[in-house]
C-alpha cells in the first residue's frame, strides 16, 4: 500500500542556501557545521537532525509515499532575521544556510517570488533516480495511482503572507490580490493557511516557535480582520480550503460561526474545514487555563502562560501539549462535523512530548506561549488574567519525575505511544460525541507530518523512510486502546491502510473535483 502525507515541505530547507548552490530537492540534505577550513562535523545531536532531509523527493519515492500535499511557503521576515542572529549561523558554520540569503528573507518582499521559485524548483529539478519525476495534481486524472516512478503533489500554500511582494508599500494590496488571482487560477490550490508564525493583516495567530526569538512571533492583534474575511470569501468562491493550522484560538471561532451555512445548524458548514499538521490539547476549551504552571504573566503587548502537560484520558503514560496552537475537542467536533480531515504532525512538542533534549533540565515539563492583550478577555475570560491562580500539585499532569528513569532506547517507544495518543483522542471526541460517528470520523484522520519543516521528528520515525516500519508497530498499541475506550467497530487493518493512505487521497481526490467539477 503507497503512503499519503497532508503536509509535505520537500522545497522548504534549499530556500535557505546560497541560490547558486542550493540542493536539488532530491537529494538528502546532510547539513554540517564547519569547525575549521576544510573539517566539517555533522550536527545531528546539536539540531535534533531538524535541518537534514526528513522529505526530500527521493526519501519520498523510494518509500512509496505517493501523494503528498505538498507546501509552498516562503520563510517569514522575522524568521531570516531571527536566525541571522544566531552566533552559528551567522559566522556561516553550517554549510546549508547562507548568511546573504538570510538577509534576502529578512527583508521581507520577496514572498510570492519565492513561492513561485519553489514551485518551479520543485517541477524542474533533476531527478537524481532513473525515469523519476515530481508531478502537481491540477486534475483527477493527473494521478495515477498505479506509478511507482513519481511522487504527486496536491497544492497547500503556508500563510497568505506567500502573496505579498512588499507588504508595506502603497499598493501592497492591490499587488496582493493581483499575485493571489493570478496563482490560484493558474494552479489547482486545494487549500491555504490564513496565517503562519508572524503577524500579519489577515488574522491573529497562535503562538508557535520556540528556537528564536519570542518576541518577534508575539501574535498581537484580535481575530480575523476584515481584510482577512474579504480573502477568506474569496478563497471559499474558488473552492479553496482554509486550514485552520496556526490560527488563534479566538480567530478558529470566528472562522466557525461565519462558515456555518445554516447559523442554526452546527453541522451545515459552506466547505469543509481542515487542518494539515495538528496535534490535540487532550482538553475542552473551557478548560484552556486549568492547567497553568503559573500565574499569567504580561509582556506588554501579551500575557506569557506556561501551560502543564495534561495527562492522556487513555494512556496513563502519555500527555499533551495543550498550547492553543493544538486542537480543542471543540475544534476537533467542529472539524469533523464539517466534512474535513485532520492530519497527524509527527512534531514531538505538538504531540506532547517534552523534548529529550529538555526532560534534564526542568523540574516540570511545561509548553510556553503568549496571548494577545487584544484576545486576553476571550482567552481568559472576566479575571485579570494575572490573578488566575496556577494548577494545584496533582497526578493529572506531567512531572520530570514521571520519565525520570526512562531508558534512552524506550524513547522511540514513548514517541510512538504519543503519537496513538493523540489519534486516539479525535476518535474518542467523535465517540463519545451525540452528533458524531466514530466510524465515519475514522476516515477522517491522516498524516501530515510537517516534514522537512523545522520540526524535532518523533524518534519512531525521524524521517520518511521510517514510515513502513512506523506503520507495522502501531498496531498492538491501537488495539489496546480501542479496547480500552470502548471502539469496538474499527478494524486496525483497515484503519492503519487508510490513516496512512486512503483517507488522504480519498479526501484530496473528491477536493480536486469539487473544485474543476
Not at 487542518?275 to 482538553?283: E, F, S
Not at 475514522?442 to 524518534?459: R, S
Not at 471502539?487 to 496512512?500: A, H, K, M
Request: aromatic residues 10%.
Amino acid at each position: 500500500m503507497p503512503f499519503f502525507d497532508f503536509h509535505c515541505h520537500p522545497g522548504l530547507k534549499p530556500q535557505f542556501s546560497d541560490p547558486a548552490e542550493k540542493p536539488t530537492p532530491w537529494v538528502f540534505i546532510d547539513a554540517k557545521l564547519a569547525l575549521a577550513r576544510d573539517v566539517k562535523l555533522r550536527i545531528n545531536k546539536l539540531f535534533n537532525e531538524t535541518l537534514n532531509s526528513q522529505s526530500n523527493l527521493s526519501q519520498l519515492l523510494q518509500n512509496n509515499v505517493r501523494l503528498i500535499g505538498v507546501i509552498l511557503h516562503a520563510p517569514e521576515q522575522k524568521i531570516g532575521q531571527g536566525l541571522s542572529e544566531k552566533k552559528i549561523v551567522n559566522k556561516g558554520k553550517i554549510n546549508l544556510i547562507d548568511k546573504n540569503q538570510l538577509a534576502y528573507l529578512a527583508s521581507g518582499v520577496h514572498s510570492f517570488e519565492l513561492i513561485n521559485e519553489e514551485l518551479r524548483w520543485l517541477k524542474e529539478a533533476v531527478p537524481t533516480i532513473a525515469n523519476a519525476q515530481f508531478k502537481v495534481v491540477s486534475k483527477t486524472t493527473d494521478y495515477n495511482e498505479a506509478d511507482n516512478n513519481t511522487v504527486y503533489g496536491a497544492i497547500i500554500v503556508e500563510g497568505l503572507h506567500c502573496f505579498f511582494d512588499d507588504p508595506h508599500a502603497p499598493d501592497a494590496k492591490e499587488k496582493f490580490l493581483g499575485n493571489f488571482t493570478a496563482f490560484t487560477d493558474e494552479h489547482t490550490v486545494v487549500a491555504i493557511n490564513v496565517c503562519h508564525m508572524q503577524q500579519n493583516p489577515f488574522c491573529n495567530h497562535a503562538h508557535g516557535i520556540q528556537f528564536l526569538n519570542p518576541a518577534y512571533f508575539y501574535p498581537t492583534q484580535i481575530g480575523i480582520t476584515k481584510w482577512g474575511w474579504e480573502i477568506i470569501e474569496l478563497m471559499i468562491a474558488k473552492k479553496i480550503l482554509v486550514d485552520i493550522k496556526h490560527m488563534s484560538l479566538k480567530s478558529r471561532w470566528e472562522l466557525y460561526t461565519r462558515y456555518k451555512s445554516d447559523p442554526g445548524d452546527d453541522a451545515t458548514f459552506v466547505q469543509p474545514l481542515i487542518c494539515t499538521h495538528a496535534g490535540t490539547t487532550g482538553i475542552s476549551i473551557a478548560d484552556r487555563v486549568n492547567y497553568l504552571l503559573n500565574s499569567p504573566i504580561h509582556r506588554g503587548q501579551v500575557y506569557e502562560i506556561d501551560h502543564l502537560k495534561p495527562k492522556s484520558k487513555h494512556d496513563p503514560e502519555c500527555y499533551h501539549n495543550c498550547s492553543s496552537i493544538n486542537l480543542y475537542d471543540e475544534d476537533i467536533k467542529t472539524v469533523l462535523l464539517s466534512g474535513g480531515i485532520i492530519g497527524l504532525s509527527f512534531d514531538q512538542r505538538i504531540l506532547g512530548y517534552a523534548d529529550e533534549m529538555v526532560l534534564k533540565d526542568v523540574t516540570v515539563p511545561h509548553d510556553v506561549e503568549y496571548i494577545s492583550d487584544m484576545e486576553a478577555a476571550f482567552f481568559f475570560g472576566p479575571p485579570d488574567p494575572a490573578t488566575i491562580p496556577p494548577r494545584p500539585d496533582d497526578d493529572k499532569v506531567w512531572a520530570a519525575e514521571d520519565f525520570a528513569d526512562l531508558d534512552d532506547s524506550l524513547i522511540s517507544t514513548m514517541h510512538r505511544r504519543f503519537l496513538i495518543n493523540n489519534i486516539i483522542h479525535i476518535l474518542w471526541v467523535a465517540h463519545t460525541s451525540d452528533v458524531l460517528d466514530v466510524n465515519k470520523a475514522a476516515k477522517q484522520v491522516c498524516i501530515g507530518t510537517d516534514f522537512d519543516g523545522l520540526i524535532n521528528a518523533i524518534d519512531c520515525c525521524k524521517t520518511t523512510d521510517g514510515l513502513q516500519q512506523l506503520k507495522e508497530d502501531m498496531k498492538d498499541g491501537l488495539i489496546d486502546l480501542f479496547i480500552k475506550t470502548g471502539i469496538t467497530t474499527i478494524d486496525v487493518n483497515q484503519f492503519l491502510e487508510d490513516l496512512f493512505y486512503n483517507n488522504g487521497k480519498n479526501f484530496i481526490m473528491g477536493r480536486i473535483t469539487a473544485m474543476k467539477g
